[in-house]
């Protein structure tokens, strides 16, 4: 399988493209896009493709997958509710490729990183599409939350009004504040239930009074307009007192809290809003008397709120859309009675949100464009996971949907995926039917078969800072903002922005690079079959017995249990189990130090995302180390930092070693300031404990002379020396490079 191919006359790559034909190859062990053809192709121009890895959507619309920012998935611990199984089914044929599962209604909470890791050991085996998670902000917990950022959560959220589970209790604002100071040059965002009881109503009609619990006006009056606007003028005024930290109003339902925000966006406040698909289509004047699945908090408002949320959805200052999926058992909507007070607030819409927007932005006169936006480039934006989702770019995961915008379908209980099958849409008319869905290039949703879903669950568990090593698109600048150590580097001004700044050069190079190893990988594939045709063998036959080789069935291929790759990501790696299998006497770290936003370094850009100084302080060194030494890499405006880091994991200062760079001709390498291709490099190292077994003392030279080598690659003569220094000892690397791999050192990290 050397390629996957996408063509159609319907394609639409991001919110800034038009609709045209187009031809999208992806890389089939990545799952990345690694080349686009502005035309619609046949089968007959890849003749070494096979049928399966040929996709021609015809006339329907190939788009990127829908990102869903805003779930309750509930497990563990309320999979009566929902589950990851059954929940990421429904979000696959629905059209969506990514979803971000909120912090509260699983027991545990996702407030502590145990809870998150316990969180995400649920979801592993069971996720059809590629899942997220946010952190929960509660009382108490602040000590938890830059650990959860290191572990790559996609931002936190918090109650200001209690969330109706006693294990997720709100905060009030000196706690609400207490959470800035940690979030404080993290560019994580804060996420705020926005609202707040309050007393004076005085600003609401003075329409009579409902008391039957029954009648939907009862519930209204107990959620009114005021307890947003209190809730948001209380984030506004906090939002400047901490002007680094991004915070996000999530379900937006009061259009009398929309000036507030324009003036606070226009004042430069780093703040965002997110309003779901109910608030958009339905009103309360057309919700009758016990009719509990319309209920969730805050509440569906009356139809003129609908409009100026629309105009505030096409203006900006909304700026995109989720669905806020909430599900519970059929008994907690308490339908018996009707009570709309009893009754659990939360609506079920996750399969149907593509549709359900379309269908009323279609007769507004919106765009397709419009669409992508709301529901996937700025969703993958604000979960920090733009630079790999939300647009079809090469690059980026191939995760797409194939749907029609014409065609319409009655929502029928029977197609309904998520667990409980209770919906207010049940029997509404919808535009844009859904037929395929694909995360990563492979196919996971297909509405002409009668399996509908792929063989296994495909998805991937997401973490924010997750490595992405495509080289081709530029570095994100919302990866980190700018500190104050940033030296000569310009800073952002911008909330945050995504870069589109590419070496074009580079891009040139890898595209040549892309397209010779698709070429070699064809001209494997011929070979291997002029073999088998020379030993008589028949396509598709083995012939183990004479020399034949066994193909491996990629999908069912398992790395060994004890094989560590060297991309393990080092954010979400399990270090204590490491730890507790070998203690190391020297650990050596090059990390991939953010220097900067708007112009971030070269040579780290090659080869990793950048990480925020908070990552690498995440990282569980003194577990992995009692006795020995720790080298680390450091880059001129770095050096402070370098030292805190052993400081904080438990070290002395003891020595240090110079890299000086020389050309092929052993003249030195020009240097390039604060760059990675400067003309030296320098290794702090440091020692915690006693000497490990066998220790020497002056093995050799503190300084290095040789040739250069690859972009970020170090010189063999360290290892040389750490080998001299404790022979025979145990030794770990942390963000290798993969031409630097040594025999008998364990390495790991994030490398391309």
């Known amino acids: 399988m050397s390629a996957i191919i996408f063509t159609g006359n319907r394609v639409l790559f991001d919110s800034t493209s038009k609709v045209e034909p187009a031809t999208i190859h992806v890389d089939p062990w990545t799952g990345r896009i690694v080349k686009i053809t502005n035309k619609r192709s046949t089968k007959a121009d890849f003749p070494g493709i096979e049928d399966k890895d040929f996709v021609d959507a015809g006339d329907d619309l190939i788009m990127p997958g829908v990102i869903d920012a805003h779930v309750h998935l509930n497990e563990p611990g309320r999979t009566d509710w929902e589950g990851f199984d059954t929940a990421t089914r429904a979000a696959a044929a629905g059209g969506l490729t990514t979803v971000i599962d909120m912090p509260l209604n699983s027991i545990p909470p996702t407030t502590t990183l145990e809870n998150l890791n316990t969180k995400k050991e649920a979801a592993k085996p069971q996720a059809w599409v590629d899942v997220g998670f946010y952190g929960g902000v509660i009382p108490g917990n602040a000590d938890q939350l830059r650990p959860m950022i290191a572990a790559g959560v996609c931002g936190f959220k918090c109650f200001l009004i209690e969330s109706g589970v006693d294990e997720f209790p709100c905060v009030n604002e000196e706690e609400v504040r207490k959470a800035f100071a940690e979030f404080d040059g993290t560019d994580n965002v804060f996420m705020f239930h926005a609202e707040m009881e309050c007393d004076d109503h005085s600003h609401e009609t003075a329409a009579p009074q409902s008391t039957d619990p029954s009648a939907y006006q009862t519930f209204l009056q107990s959620r ?66 016990g009719a509990t699945h319309f209920k969730c908090c805050p509440p569906i408002r009356e139809g003129s709120n609908r409009e100026l949320l629309w105009e505030a959805l096409l203006d900006g200052t909304i700026d995109y859309v989720v669905s806020d999926h909430s599900p519970c058992t059929p008994e907690l909507k308490r339908f018996d009675s009707g009570d709309f007070t009893a009754a659990w607030g939360g609506i079920s819409s996750l399969q149907f949100g593509l549709s359900l927007l379309w269908t009323e932005a279609k007769r507004r006169g919106c765009t397709l464009q419009d669409l992508t936006r709301w529901l996937s480039q700025n969703t993958a934006r604000h979960a920090g996971i733009l630079n790999r989702k939300g647009r079809l770019q090469i690059g980026s995961d191939a995760d797409i949907v194939i749907w029609s915008p014409e065609e319409t379908f009655v929502v029928d209980k029977k197609m309904i995926h998520f667990k409980n099958k209770v919906t207010p849409y049940e029997n509404m008319t919808l535009h844009g039917a859904v037929k395929k869905t694909f995360v990563r290039g492979r196919n996971v949703y297909d509405k002409s078969t009668a399996q509908l879903f792929s063989a296994k669950p495909l998805g991937n568990l997401l973490a924010r800072f997750q490595v992405y090593s495509n080289p081709i698109t530029a570095m994100p600048s919302y990866a980190q903002p700018p500190s104050s150590d940033n030296g000569d580097f310009e800073e952002e001004s911008e909330d945050y922005i995504e870069s589109d700044e590419v070496d074009e050069d580079l891009r040139e190079l890898l595209a040549k690079e892309t397209s010779l190893r698709l070429r070699i990988d064809s001209l494997k594939e011929e070979i291997l079959k002029l073999e088998r045709e020379q030993r008589g063998e028949t396509d598709g036959s083995k012939n183990e017995g004479e020399g034949g080789e066994e193909e491996i069935d990629l999908e069912e291929f398992e790395a060994p249990e004890w094989c560590v790759p060297i991309k393990a990501n080092v954010m979400t790696f399990e270090w204590k189990r490491l730890a507790e299998a070998a203690q190391f006497d020297v650990i050596l770290m090059d990390p991939p130090w953010q220097l900067a936003t708007h112009a971030p370094t070269r040579g780290v850009a090659i080869g990793y995302q950048q990480l925020p100084d908070v990552c690498i302080e995440e990282l569980p060194i003194p577990l992995l180390q009692k006795n020995g030494f720790i080298f680390i890499w450091v880059i001129n405006n770095k050096y402070v930092k370098a030292f805190e880091l052993m400081a904080k994991w438990g070290y002395r200062y003891v020595d240090d070693i110079t890299w000086v760079k020389q050309t092929v001709n052993r003249r030195m390498a020009k240097g390039h300031g604060y760059y990675l291709q400067h003309a030296k490099e320098t290794c702090l190292i440091g020692k915690k404990g006693e000497d490990p077994p066998n220790c020497r003392h002056s093995v050799c030279s503190d300084v290095i002379f040789s040739e250069r080598r690859g972009q970020s690659q170090k010189p063999e003569e360290l290892y040389e020396m750490i080998e001299q220094l404790v022979p025979n000892g145990k030794y770990l690397e942390i963000f290798g490079r993969k031409n630097n791999l040594r025999d008998y050192w364990v390495t790991i990290g994030n490398e391309l």
């Open 224 to 289: 009114p307009h005021a307890l947003e606007v209190k809730a948001i003028e209380m984030i506004i005024r906090v939002c400047k007192d901490f002007p680094n930290v991004r915070a996000h109003i999530v379900h937006l339902s009061s259009a009398e809290a929309l000036p507030m925000i324009r003036k606070a966006k226009a004042e430069g406040v780093k703040l965002t809003v997110e309003t779901c698909y109910h608030y958009l289509t339905l009103n309360a004047e057309d919700i009758i008397n």
